[in-house]
């Protein structure tokens, strides 16, 4: 069974450009996580899906990040304008539905670069 | 809003050494607690859970952690590191009222280096 991939695995960047990434949960998880990783710094919750449905939104930085999951399958994240702070490794992650903890199963991350 | 502070950024051990990574974190109810290991080139994986029970919890490649709760803390241990456990280590916890599909909240990492 596939894991969590995530696309691109590397992206640089100017600041004001746009970027989207692209993740794809394990087959048949319907909660899927991003989380943000800047240097020298924790990892932070951005965001839960729960299919199509944002759960919860609350880590988004700001109104220049904009998550999608058409569909309930794969996720992408969009940053428009990116500006030099948005630099970091974003992180994906799945798990199953259900009663009790599911455990969350992590893409390999795409590394964007803001210059 | 819940905070979780991992006390050693890096730690450098030989191999056979003892290993105990501390995690505390601040919360005003009750957490779930989790260790995550990214071994180098690796994915994020889960090392050991805790929800409730037994306080102390053993995971996979022979790591346990105990929690105390009047410490508000998850220290992770190994009683005898290999060269292979070199790793960057997350401590996380996630809220219980918030069900079981939480976001995890992390601490910094701890990266430890074991040395042959």
């Known amino acids: 069974e596939a894991g969590v991939t995530q696309f691109p695995s590397h992206s640089v960047i100017e600041k004001g450009q746009t970027v989207t990434l692209r993740c794809d949960p394990i087959s048949g998880h319907d909660n899927l996580y991003w989380y943000r990783r800047v240097m020298g710094k924790e990892i932070k919750f951005l965001l839960h899906?729960?299919?199509?449905?944002?759960?919860?939104e609350s880590g988004m930085p700001n109104n220049r990040f904009l998550a999608e999951r058409t569909g309930g399958t794969y996720s992408t994240l969009k940053v428009q304008p990116a500006e030099l702070e948005d630099s970091g490794v974003y992180f994906c992650?799945?798990?199953?539905?259900?009663?009790?903890?599911?455990?969350?199963?992590f893409g390999p991350g795409t590394r964007l670069t803001v210059t | 809003a819940q905070s979780v502070s991992q006390h050693n950024h890096h730690v450098i051990l030989s191999e056979a050494a003892s290993l105990e990574l501390g995690c505390n974190y601040s919360y005003g109810g009750t957490v779930n607690l989790f260790w995550y290991v990214q071994y180098p080139g690796q994915h994020l994986q889960l090392l050991l859970k805790y929800f409730s029970g037994d306080p102390l919890v053993k995971g996979i490649k022979g790591f346990e952690a105990e929690f105390i709760k009047s410490k508000f803390s998850f220290n992770l241990r190994k009683p005898s590191v290999q060269w292979s456990d070199t790793a960057e280590y997350f401590c996380a916890v996630t809220r219980k009222s918030g069900g079981g599909a939480d976001g995890l909240t992390f601490g910094k990492g701890t990266h430890l280096i074991i040395q042959p």
């Open positions: 992650a799945s798990s199953q539905i259900g009663t009790g903890y599911y455990e969350q199963y």
């Open positions: 899906f729960v299919k199509e449905s944002k759960q919860d």
